[in-house]
């Protein structure tokens, strides 16, 4: 199973809106409504951000959202803010009941 | 609270063995799918298997069958990860993370454990 594909990293101003993509096939993305989103900050655990492609967990800032379309899943961070600046990663159900990750984004806030 | 806490820092030889284990507290242990997730120095995270802490069914990554296996223990409410013959690319941080039986997500992840493999 070969990671899902995410740019490097992505940068944008305080106040500015930045989305980070997450392709992969139908065989995990495109097939299943099953992609969450997770924060990582430097020496820390992973926080979940989006569950079931567009889901905010309780707590979570509504300025995180979600989005999928064919085999491409979205994160869209509107409102940037220093404290978003870390490492995101979207992970996917697969078709062999499996989780695959993806290669993970690095946010910079300018 | 939910809580999930992890054993501490392990230094192996090539080849050796290591287990890891994850105590829950806060919930239904036996309610919530478990699962292992490792991250290596300065790289991604990369899904290991899980454990249905009920019955104790697993499923793994192919990369590691064979080569993890994870139990638990219902009276603490612990689930273990053992890997074996290690070797210095598994060198990594080790987490546990809880999987709801109603939502296909990880909502609650452990603090971690350093595993280094190391001669």
């Known amino acids: 199973q070969s990671a899902l594909t995410q740019p490097a990293s992505v940068s944008g101003s305080p106040g500015q809106s930045i989305t980070i993509s997450c392709t992969g096939t139908s065989s995990d993305v495109g097939g299943y409504n099953y992609v969450s989103w997770y924060q990582q900050h430097p020496g820390k655990a992973p926080k979940l951000m989006i569950y079931?492609?567009?889901n905010r967990p309780s707590g979570v800032s509504n300025r995180f959202s979600g989005s999928k379309s064919g085999n491409t899943a979205s994160l869209t961070i509107s409102g940037l803010q220093a404290e978003d600046e870390a490492d995101y990663y979207c992970s996917s159900y697969t078709s062999s009941s499996t989780r695959v990750f993806g290669t993970g984004t690095k946010v910079t806030v300018l | 609270q939910v809580q999930l806490v992890q054993s501490g820092a392990e230094v192996k030889k090539p080849g050796a063995s290591v287990k890891v284990s994850c105590k829950a507290s806060?919930?239904?242990?036996?309610?919530?799918?478990m699962h292992w997730v490792r991250q290596a120095p300065g790289q991604g995270l990369e899904w290991m298997g899980i454990i249905n802490p009920s019955g104790g069914s697993t499923s793994y990554a192919q990369k590691f069958q064979g080569r993890v296996t994870m139990t638990r223990d219902t009276s603490t409410s612990t689930v273990y990860m053992e890997l074996s013959s290690l070797r210095s690319e598994d060198t990594a941080v080790y987490y546990c993370?809880?999987?709801?039986?109603?939502?296909?997500?990880?909502?609650?992840w452990g603090q971690g454990t350093l595993v280094t493999v190391s001669s």
């Open positions: 806060g919930y239904t242990f036996t309610s919530y799918y």
């Open positions: 993370a809880r999987e709801p039986t109603t939502v296909t997500t990880l909502d609650y």
């Open positions: 079931e492609v567009s």
